[in-house]
C-alpha cells in the first residue's frame, strides 16, 4: 500500500548525506513513501492527508542498524548463565544454548519487542541475523510478521552453520533460500533478504560451497560474522590453511552486497581485500567491548576503501548510544582522545545508508527530494550554535540525549508524540513475551 500525502511544518532539517546541511523553518512533503518536496512553508499547494507540525524538533533520516539479533530480546535478565573465560565459551553458555531453545512464537515476540524499541529510538531499518536451529522452517516468515506489523523496513536472513550438524545446515539453506524467493515475489518495499552465515569457524567447506552457489543462483548478497574473536582466525587457519576474509572471498561470498560483522581481527590484506570488493563492514563496538574481544581499526579500515557501518549485534536498539560508544573505543584503543571523530560519525550517519541503499535501490539515509521518507524527529532546542559544521557533534553530544518524538517509515508514522500509531498493543505483547521466556529458560534449564 502507497503511504498517504503527508505534510511536516516547521521543522529544522539535518539533512546528513555525504555534505551535512542544517536548515531552519522547512517543511517536507511525502508521498508514496518519498520525500517529494523540501521548501519553506509558503511553497506547499499540494493537497495533503495529513500535518504535523515540527515546531522545536530536529528532522534527521532515520537510523540505520547494520547488524543485530532480534532473537536476543529474552536474554535480559536472564539467570543461571555460567561466567565465560572467552568468546566461544559465551556463545556455548549463552547465545548457542538460547537459540537451540527458541520456538517460531519466541522468534515472533522477540521479534516484535524490539522492533518496537527501535521504533521508540528512531530506528527505521534494521538488518537481522537470526539463528534458531529447533524452528528453522518457520522463523524468517515468523520474524517478517512481526516487520510487517510494526511497518518498519528490515533485510533478514537465517545464520547457517555446520555447529549443529548436516541436517540443521541443510534447512538452513533452504530457510535462506526459500525467504530470499518470497521476498522477491512479494515485493514489499520494507522487506528485503540476504543469505545468512554464521562464521567461518562453524563452516564446513561443503556447506559454504552449497551457501555460494545458492547465493549466486539467487543473485544476493552473504551476511555473517567475521574475525570476531581470535579464534574465528585460529580455527580458519588451523583447519583450511587461510584467514577467514580471504577464505570467504576464495568462495566468492563477499562484494558490495555481502555485510562481514565485526572484522574486528583482521590483517592488512584482509582489509585490502574487504576494500577492493567493496564488502560493508558492520562495527559493533558495544558487543566487541563487553564480549572482551578487541577494538576494531576503524580509521584503519576506512583508509583501505573498506564502507563501514555500524550495528548493535543486540546489544541495544538505540543507535547514538552505540555510536558514542564506539567513539569512546576509538578514543581508548588510540590513546587519543582526539581519535576517529569523523571515521565514527560516518559509520552511523553517512555509511550505513550507503550500503543500506545497495538493498533498497533508493536514496536513504538523507533528507533530499527523491529519497526514502524514513524519518525522525527529536525535541532539541540546541543551547549552542547549531551549523553544517557541527551538525555531527551536536547529533552526538546533544541530541543523542534527547527522547526521540517522531518516527516515520515510507511515509507511514509509527510514533508521534511519543505514542506508538501502529497496531500493537505494547503492554500485551511484553507481557507475552515474558510467558514465553519463562518458559524459554525452563527448556534452557537456566
Ligand atoms: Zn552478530
Redesign the pocket.
Given at each position: 500500500m502507497l503511504s498517504p500525502s503527508l505534510l511536516i511544518r516547521n521543522g529544522t532539517l539535518i539533512t546528513l548525506g555525504p555534505d551535512p546541511k542544517v536548515r531552519t523553518g522547512c517543511s517536507l512533503w511525502i508521498q508514496n513513501g518519498i520525500i517529494q518536496r523540501i521548501a519553506d512553508e509558503s511553497g506547499f499547494h499540494e493537497p495533503f492527508e495529513y500535518e504535523l507540525d515540527a515546531r522545536g524538533m530536529v528532522l534527521l533520516p532515520g537510523f540505520i542498524n547494520l547488524?543485530?539479533?532480534l532473537y536476543s530480546a529474552m536474554a535480559c535478565g536472564m539467570e543461571g548463565v555460567p561466567p565465560s573465560r572467552d568468546f566461544v565459551e559465551k556463545l556455548q553458555h549463552l547465545w548457542w544454548r538460547l537459540d537451540k531453545a527458541l520456538t517460531p512464537e519466541d522468534c515472533y515476540y522477540s521479534a516484535l519487542l524490539l522492533l518496537i524499541n527501535g521504533i521508540r529510538h528512531g530506528v527505521t531499518t534494521v538488518f537481522d541475523?537470526h539463528a534458531s536451529p529447533g524452528a528453522i522452517g518457520e522463523s524468517l516468515e515468523h520474524i517478517s510478521s512481526a516487520v510487517k506489523r510494526t511497518r518498519i523496513r528490515a533485510c533478514l536472513c537465517y545464520e547457517v552453520s555446520d555447529r549443529d550438524g548436516a541436517e540443521k545446515a541443510r534447512q538452513g539453506l533452504e530457510e535462506n533460500a526459500q525467504f530470499i524467493r518470497y521476498c522477491r515475489e512479494a515485493n514489499n518495499p520494507r522487506l528485503r533478504a540476504l543469505f545468512g552465515l554464521h562464521a567461518s569457524f562453524t563452516l564446513g567447506d561443503e556447506t559454504l560451497e552449497a551457501a555460494s552457489v545458492l547465493g549466486r543462483e539467487l543473485d544476493c548478497g552473504f551476511h555473517i560474522?567475521a574475525a570476531?574473536s581470535p579464534a574465528d582466525q585460529q580455527r580458519t587457519r588451523d583447519r583450511h590453511g587461510v584467514g577467514v576474509i580471504e577464505r570467504l572471498h576464495r568462495f566468492g561470498l563477499l562484494g558490495p552486497r555481502t555485510i562481514a560483522?565485526?572484522c574486528v581481527h583482521i590483517d592488512r590484506r584482509e582489509m585490502e581485500i574487504l576494500g577492493e570488493t567493496g564488502t560493508g563492514v558492520a562495527h559493533?563496538p558495544q558487543?566487541n567491548l563487553n564480549n572482551a574481544v578487541g577494538i576494531g581499526d576503524l580509521p584503519g579500515w576506512q583508509q583501505a576503501g573498506i564502507p563501514v557501518g555500524l550495528?548493535t549485534?543486540?546489544m541495544t536498539m538505540n543507535m547514538t548510544e552505540e555510536l558514542r560508544t564506539a567513539l569512546w573505543a576509538q578514543h581508548l584503543r588510540a590513546g587519543n582522545p582526539s581519535a576517529a571523530f569523523l571515521e565514527v560519525c560516518r559509520t552511523l550517519l553517512l555509511n550505513n545508508a550507503l550500503i543500506a541503499q545497495r538493498h533498497w535501490d533508493l536514496p536513504m539515509g538523507e533528507l533530499k527530494e527523491g529519497a526514502l521518507a524514513d524519518i525522525v524527529g527529536i525535541p532539541y532546542q540546541p543551547r549552542t550554535p547549531l551549523h553544517d559544521r557541527n551538525a555531527y557533534a551536536h547529533i552526538l553530544y546533544g541530541i543523542s540525549q534527547e527522547p526521540v518524538d517522531t518516527t516515520i517509515v515510507g511515509g507511514w508514522v509509527l510514533m508521534h508524540n511519543r505514542k506508538l500509531t501502529i497496531d500493537v498493543d505494547e503492554a500485551e505483547a511484553a507481557a507475552r513475551c515474558r510467558e514465553l521466556a519463562a518458559r524459554l529458560y525452563e527448556r534452557m534449564g537456566a
Open positions: 547488524h543485530t539479533h541475523h560474522h570476531e560483522a565485526h559493533n558487543s550495528g549485534d543486540g
